[in-house]
């Protein structure tokens, strides 16, 4: 298929591109690089021993997008495009609300205009809010989030919905994330965020490659193991490979619209990461504990039987694979990509 990919310069969206171009399939980006560099697309033409056609404009603009449609033969879309920061969300709701859901809106349209039915959406397990039971199984009917950027995730899964509920040739994947980390195995692609990272892996990658100074734990006395928090981390390889078996699955599917939880079905405590991410660098990392985070919650998994059961699909990465991949990408870019 020929595939565009939103987004598709991004962290997750660059390696879903070469996970799809390893599957055979044809790969248009389209990326307005206000939250990725333009050093990432040469890597991804070398990492693809071919050239990528890249669109470089920000969706929001309807006719543009419109006329990438029309000039470029699309089978199926991939829509990572999106700000995703918790935080700058809960300070610029707005900016968010208007973002996500205008470069959706003027995605869809184009497609309707252009007769492009198969819908591959970045969904994330925030979407399951604060009162499903873990593991969280797609079929929890009252979605919810904390905050606005999750918020943009539950009113586009509606919006799909209803968009394939009125055309039978529509057929939709939403793939709720857990928690992505890992890089290539290449080390020249991986997480390069603006500013001072908000989540852990990138974080802690940044402390052992001597851009921060220590860790700070969110809270030491959660009701589990070791009284940290517990996520379950998954390789963005094995999300990449998610993303093209569902992308595949899209013609067989029986609903028009399905989610599918990405996941590994495991939760791993920030301790744990801390010590897996020590052993792949090889030696003690600085960090103390915190309070909490407000919004966090104790322990959040996957249960990733759907996945397997319908897309054939399982992660198969271990904690080590992640930290060990990270690290080479940090080590190796210690500033992330190079400036434009
Ligand atoms: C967060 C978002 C989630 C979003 C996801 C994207 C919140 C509440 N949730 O998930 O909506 O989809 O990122 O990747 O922001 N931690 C530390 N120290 C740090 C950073 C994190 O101890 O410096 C802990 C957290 O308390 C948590 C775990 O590490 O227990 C993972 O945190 P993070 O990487 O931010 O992901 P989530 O909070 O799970």
């Given at each position: 298929?020929?595939v565009?990919?939103?987004?598709?310069?991004g962290?997750?969206g660059?390696?879903?591109?070469?996970?799809?171009?390893?599957?055979g399939?044809?790969?248009?980006?389209v990326?307005?690089?206000?939250?990725?560099?333009?050093?990432?697309?040469?890597?991804?033409?070398?990492?693809?021993?071919?050239?990528?056609?890249?669109?470089?404009?920000d969706?929001?603009?309807?006719?543009?997008?419109?006329e990438?449609?029309?000039?470029?033969?699309?089978?199926?879309v991939?829509?990572?495009?999106?700000?995703?920061?918790?935080?700058?969300?809960?300070?610029?709701?707005?900016?968010?609300?208007?973002?996500n859901?205008?470069?959706?809106?003027?995605?869809?349209?184009?497609?309707?205009?252009?007769?492009?039915?198969?819908?591959v959406?970045?969904?994330s397990a925030?979407?399951?809010?604060?009162?499903?039971?873990?593991?969280?199984?797609?079929?929890w009917?009252r979605l919810?989030s904390s905050?606005?950027?999750?918020?943009?995730?539950?009113?586009?899964?509606?919006?799909?919905?209803?968009?394939a509920?009125?055309?039978?040739?529509?057929?939709?994947?939403?793939?709720?994330?857990?928690?992505?980390?890992?890089?290539?195995?290449?080390?020249?692609?991986?997480?390069?965020?603006?500013?001072?990272?908000?989540?852990?892996?990138?974080?802690?990658?940044?402390?052992?490659?001597?851009?921060?100074?220590k860790?700070?734990?969110?809270g030491?006395?959660?009701?589990?193991?070791?009284?940290?928090?517990?996520?379950?981390?998954?390789?963005?390889?094995?999300l990449?490979?998610?993303?093209?078996?569902?992308?595949e699955?899209?013609?067989?599917?029986?609903?028009?619209?399905?989610?599918?939880?990405?996941?590994?079905g495991?939760g791993?405590?920030?301790l744990?990461l801390?010590?897996?991410?020590?052993?792949?660098?090889?030696?003690?990392?600085?960090?103390?504990?915190?309070?909490?985070?407000?919004?966090?919650?104790?322990v959040?998994?996957?249960?990733?039987?759907?996945?397997?059961?319908?897309?054939?699909?399982?992660?198969t990465?271990?904690?080590?694979?992640?930290?060990?991949?990270?690290?080479?990408?940090?080590?190796q870019?210690?500033?992330?990509?190079?400036?434009?």
């Open positions: 298929m020929r565009l990919v939103t987004g598709g310069a962290y997750i660059s390696h879903t591109v070469l996970a799809l171009v390893a599957a399939h044809d790969v248009v980006v990326d307005d690089f206000s939250n990725a560099k333009k050093a990432v697309v040469s890597r991804l033409e070398e990492l693809a021993g071919r050239q990528i056609p890249v669109h470089a404009f969706l929001t603009d309807a006719a543009r997008t419109d990438l449609f029309a000039t470029e033969q699309i089978d199926a991939i829509h990572f495009a999106a700000f995703k920061a918790v935080g700058e969300s809960v300070q610029k709701p707005a900016m968010y609300y208007r973002n859901l205008d470069t959706t809106l003027s995605l869809v349209e184009a497609m309707q205009r252009h007769g492009v039915t198969r819908f959406f970045s969904s925030t979407v399951y809010g604060e009162h499903a039971p873990v593991p969280y199984q797609e079929d009917d919810d905050n606005p950027y999750g918020q943009t995730k539950v009113m586009i899964e509606r919006i799909l919905t209803d968009v509920a009125v055309d039978e040739a529509w057929r939709v994947a939403l793939l709720r994330y857990f928690n992505p980390v890992g890089a290539h195995p290449s080390g020249r692609i991986g997480e390069d965020p603006t500013g001072t990272p908000n989540n852990l892996m990138p974080y802690l990658s940044q402390v052992a490659v001597g851009r921060r100074e860790l700070t734990i969110f030491g006395d959660y009701p589990t193991a070791d009284g940290t928090g517990e996520r379950d981390y998954i390789h963005v390889e094995d990449a490979t998610g993303h093209v078996a569902a992308l699955h899209l013609d067989t599917m029986v609903t028009r619209t399905r989610a599918f939880n990405l996941g590994t495991t791993t405590s920030v744990s801390l010590r897996a991410f020590e052993r792949a660098v090889g030696r003690e990392l600085p960090y103390e504990i915190g309070p909490r985070r407000p919004g966090d919650l104790a959040t998994y996957a249960d990733p039987a759907r996945a397997h059961a319908e897309l054939g699909w399982r992660a990465r271990t904690i080590d694979d992640m930290c060990a991949d990270t690290w080479r990408w940090q080590s870019n210690p500033q992330g990509y190079p400036e434009d």
